[in-house]
């Protein structure tokens, strides 16, 4: 696929980027826990004040972003205040697993919403039965951490040290936490420093008409880049997942249906819930489901306009729909690969042509724990028999 905004659109484009870039930069320079998280995990994103992501760093977690977005404006119906900082960490709400904690703060000008930047950050630790919260024996999700749901840190700009409390006596590692939380509002700050003044330059009415064409356009290029595909129903399957607790495999089946551009992914087919820490929300399925069509296609513009020519089916009581209290720990890992391998297989079939899984794997591998965890050693365990050396 070519052309992934018109000519006029594309300094727009490059400027969003740019701030998201320097979000991430600002975040893993100085973020005082960096070498205890997974930094595939930090996603930095800019929004539309009708809460929808315009810009993202990490395609992986673009429908993690959306979904939190629309988490935290549902729990404070629908609005924000100038300086307001809203924390929240809950898999249920939008979220992955309890490690990874978004920020979310309102851009506005002269009191006009311009949108809101997201800053999604891995804590060190945030309570649970192990540190870092990778648990293969949690059997629910208070074995793996502090769930917050969505509160606010700063009320229009004062930081409300209850909530911040909350957090530090929580954490094996508050000292960490503490300096993380200055870094991660700091870089909000920033981006919302830097979006005005792209506003600027464009008035406030022009950069919502620029954005806003920004997601016409991409909406109208994934629809495109779809007509490529034929008509038609494919089924795939994932290799098998294990959670340390149950004999049994687990797998992520999925079928793929295409009419006219507009695709369906029905994971009806998938194992049950898991006992143990592998089962995934469906903002993390939507998102991992989403990765094989930008590594097709990756030219494509990642914002909320590749969202209406999809549709999903993700039936609660499986393993790609976790609710509560199962535990989601390792959900970002091996079960997000097995969703994106499905779809991979199913996106194989109808281009009748092999897709290379490298680029999926990289992003979906375990991360290399500076602790030690120790799994069962079965096929499929995600983690080997022996405490890691």
């Excluded at 991430?24 to 070498?35: K, N, P």
């Excluded at 809203?86 to 979220?95: I, K």
């Excluded at 009320?155 to 870094?183: H, T, W």
């Excluded at 306009?305 to 790609?320: D, H, K, M, N």
Aim: charge should be neutral; glycine fraction near 8%.
């Amino acid at each position: 696929m070519t052309g992934s905004a018109r000519p006029h659109q594309e300094p727009l484009q490059s400027s969003l980027a740019a701030i998201t870039a320097r979000m991430r930069s600002t975040i893993l320079r100085a973020l005082a826990s960096r070498a205890l998280i997974d930094r595939r995990h930090v996603s930095c994103a800019l929004a539309t004040a009708d809460a929808r992501i315009v810009q993202i760093d990490t395609p992986a977690r673009l429908g993690i972003s959306s979904a939190v977005l629309h988490s935290v404006l549902a729990a404070f119906n629908g609005k924000l205040s100038e300086g307001d900082i809203v924390v929240t960490n809950d898999p249920f709400s939008g979220g992955t697993h309890l490690q990874d904690v978004a920020w979310v703060r309102p851009i506005c000008a002269s009191g006009i919403l311009l949108g809101y930047s997201i800053a999604q950050v891995p804590l060190a630790d945030i309570g649970g039965n192990a540190l870092g919260g990778y648990d293969p024996r949690a059997l629910e999700i208070w074995a793996e951490g502090v769930r917050v749901t969505p509160v606010k840190c700063y009320r229009g700009g004062s930081l409300q040290r209850d909530a911040v409390m909350m957090l530090l006596l929580n954490s094996r590692l508050p000292q960490l936490i503490e300096k993380d939380l200055e870094i991660i509002v700091g870089a909000l700050i920033q981006s919302e420093r830097d979006v005005t003044a792209l506003a600027d330059r464009h008035t406030a009415t022009g950069y919502t008409h620029a954005v806003h064409e920004l997601l016409t356009a991409t909406e109208a290029h994934t629809r495109k880049a779809l007509q490529g595909l034929p008509d038609g129903t494919w089924h795939g399957e994932s290799a098998p997942i294990h959670s340390c607790l149950e004999e049994r495999e687990f797998r992520v089946v999925a079928r793929m249906t295409v009419t006219n551009g507009a695709v369906t992914l029905d994971f009806s087919g998938s194992a049950a819930t898991a006992k143990g820490f592998i089962n995934t929300t469906a903002s993390a399925t939507t998102a991992a489901a989403l990765v094989p069509f930008h590594g097709l296609w990756p030219t494509l513009s990642v914002n909320s306009g590749v969202f209406p020519p999809f549709s999903f089916v993700i039936p609660e009581r499986t393993l790609v729909n976790a609710t509560v209290p199962v535990s989601v720990g390792w959900s970002s890992y091996h079960p997000s690969l097995a969703i994106a391998q499905a779809v991979t297989h199913c996106l194989a079939q109808a281009q009748r042509t092999p897709i290379a899984m490298q680029h999926i794997m990289a992003l979906f591998s375990p991360p290399t724990l500076p602790f030690a965890v120790t799994g069962c050693g079965r096929l499929g365990c995600p983690f080997p028999s022996r405490p890691q050396q």
